[in-house]
């Protein structure tokens, strides 16, 4: 079976389109506990994402992505620094107020890519800390993110209009409207007037949706408006929300021209909850679900776009 280590894809398309003469903007979206079998181009029928299907159609789709833990934290830091979640002792979700953390020690991709000439930025979940924002562990900026707009952990009380975000250490307060288009607001304001231009960029985009507690605009909704059981609407419905906010970012990029030039990579952090009171998420032909090591709680979406090259 052949395995491609994702940080060092990363860091191995810089080397070489550095020394071409152009370096690539990366742009990694992370959904928060989506399921293989969550989305249209992974062989839903029922559920509506037009522009992951259209990502994947534009691109590759991994038919074996896994991710580097079954649950959120693990699989986070994982991802950000390309080691083993044990070796970087943590090996569970991170509680707020937590001493567990990702160490200031490690190297993530964002540190290396800012050390490299980049433009860096965080938007959405973060949980590597459990002292979010307080002094004793190390923050997003401390992680080589220039510019950050985070929570600790889930949007609160939910989805819909939080007040626990924090931009470059200032919380913001109450906000108005739903956590996959805030995060996608920020992400397109940096793009537009808060990065600098003259860098390629690294844009790190962590959706909350689909993870409990859900909150979905009617619009969405309304897609689903055959299911009788309200929580299934909301959640499939949660979907389609945060595929609309991809699409608006996927369009900004269009817009600015960037599209061509940046290399986009959407995932998860592992497979769907499914409690008892929120059974929902599929995980296609997989057994198991989020928590557990069998192919549900790890194999994961996986979906890889670079237009230009």
Same mark, same amino acid.
């Given at each position: 079976?052949?395995?491609? #280590?994702?940080?060092?894809?990363?860091?191995?398309?810089?080397?070489?389109?550095?020394?071409?003469?152009?370096?690539?903007?990366?742009?990694?979206?992370?959904?928060? %506990?989506?399921?293989?079998?969550?989305?249209?181009?992974?062989?839903?029928?029922?559920?509506?994402?037009?522009?992951?299907?259209?990502?994947?159609?534009?691109?590759?789709?991994?038919? %074996?992505?896994?991710?580097?833990?079954?649950?959120?934290?693990?699989?986070?830091?994982?991802?950000?620094?390309?080691?083993?979640?044990?070796?970087?002792?943590?090996?569970?979700?991170?509680?707020?107020?937590?001493?567990? $953390?990702?160490?200031?020690?490690?190297?993530?991709?964002?540190?290396?890519?800012? %050390?490299?000439?980049?433009?860096?930025?965080?938007?959405?979940?973060?949980?590597?800390?459990?002292?979010?924002?307080?002094?004793?562990? +190390?923050? +997003?900026?401390?992680?080589?993110?220039?510019?950050?707009?985070?929570?600790?952990?889930?949007?609160?009380?939910? $989805?819909?209009?939080?007040?626990?975000?924090?931009?470059?250490?200032?919380? !913001?307060?109450?906000?108005?409207?739903?956590?996959?288009?805030? !995060?996608?607001? *920020?992400? !397109?304001?940096?793009?537009?007037?808060?990065?600098?231009? *003259?860098? +390629?960029?690294?844009?790190?985009?962590?959706?909350?949706?689909?993870?409990?507690?859900?909150?979905?605009?009617?619009?969405?909704?309304?897609?689903?408006?055959?299911?009788?059981?309200?929580?299934?609407?909301?959640?499939?419905?949660?979907?389609?929300?945060?595929?609309?906010?991809?699409?608006?970012?996927?369009?900004?990029?269009?817009?600015?021209?960037?599209?061509?030039?940046?290399?986009? #990579?959407?995932?998860?952090?592992?497979?769907?909850?499914?409690?008892?009171? $929120?059974?929902?998420?599929?995980?296609? =032909?997989?057994?198991?679900?989020?928590?557990?090591?069998?192919?549900?709680?790890?194999?994961?979406?996986?979906?890889?776009?670079? =237009?230009?090259?």
């Amino acid at each position: 079976m052949k395995r491609i #280590f994702f940080p060092a894809v990363l860091l191995l398309l810089g080397l070489v389109s550095s020394r071409a003469g152009a370096a690539p903007n990366f742009l990694v979206v992370l959904a928060d %506990d989506l399921g293989y079998g969550d989305l249209g181009c992974y062989g839903n029928e029922a559920v509506h994402t037009p522009h992951l299907d259209r990502l994947a159609a534009e691109g590759l789709r991994f038919t %074996d992505c896994y991710a580097a833990a079954a649950n959120c934290s693990p699989s986070r830091a994982g991802l950000m620094t390309g080691r083993t979640p044990w070796r970087l002792g943590i090996h569970n979700w991170i509680p707020m107020l937590s001493p567990m $953390h990702l160490q200031a020690s490690e190297t993530t991709i964002a540190t290396l890519l800012r %050390d490299a000439g980049y433009a860096t930025c965080h938007t959405g979940k973060w949980h590597l800390n459990g002292m979010f924002n307080l002094t004793g562990q +190390p923050q +997003p900026n401390d992680h080589g993110f220039d510019h950050w707009f985070s929570v600790q952990n889930n949007a609160l009380p939910n $989805h819909r209009n939080p007040y626990n975000f924090v931009r470059n250490g200032i919380p !913001v307060g109450p906000l108005e409207g739903y956590s996959s288009g805030l !995060v996608t607001d *920020e992400a !397109v304001e940096w793009l537009r007037h808060g990065r600098d231009a *003259e860098k +390629p960029f690294f844009l790190f985009v962590c959706y909350h949706e689909p993870h409990e507690p859900i909150a979905t605009a009617p619009e969405f909704e309304r897609l689903y408006a055959g299911l009788e059981d309200p929580a299934e609407r909301a959640y499939w419905g949660n979907i389609t929300q945060m595929d609309a906010a991809l699409g608006r970012l996927l369009g900004e990029l269009e817009s600015l021209d960037l599209a061509d030039d940046t290399f986009v #990579f959407f995932s998860s952090d592992n497979g769907p909850a499914q409690t008892s009171w $929120h059974p929902y998420g599929s995980t296609g =032909p997989l057994r198991a679900k989020k928590g557990y090591l069998w192919e549900g709680g790890i194999r994961v979406p996986g979906i890889v776009r670079w =237009p230009g090259r």
